[in-house]
């Protein structure tokens, strides 16, 4: 996480990214306003780590937060990735492996 904010203007958000890079993911909500489902479950966030240490790190934050690992709607992510899904619906894939 490089910055989050809450309650700016009724907006609450976090960043994510590499500090010094030029872009970061940025989600936000909008307190009071309900957040809708996801059209499909192959609406996916893919994070590729391929280093098997950083990976299983990553996992287990995410294991640690609350989320479980769940089976991918797509067999592929379930080879070498594990897949995560929040309240809303979104999913986001831990893939051990590098970017083709």
Not at 64 to 83: A, I
Request: net charge negative; glycine share 8%.
């Amino acid at each position: 996480m490089i910055d989050s904010f809450e309650d700016h203007q009724g907006f609450d958000g976090i960043m994510l990214g590499m500090p010094r890079l030029s872009y970061h993911l940025e989600f936000t909500h909008h307190r009071g306003h309900p957040v809708g489902k996801t059209q499909t479950q192959e609406n996916l966030l893919v994070f590729y780590l391929p280093d098997q240490v950083e990976w299983q790190q990553s996992v287990n934050r995410m294991i640690e937060h609350g989320y479980q690992p769940m089976k991918s709607y797509n067999p592929y992510w379930d080879l070498h990735g594990k897949t995560f899904e929040d309240p809303d619906g979104y999913r986001v894939v831990l893939q051990c492996a590098s970017w083709p």
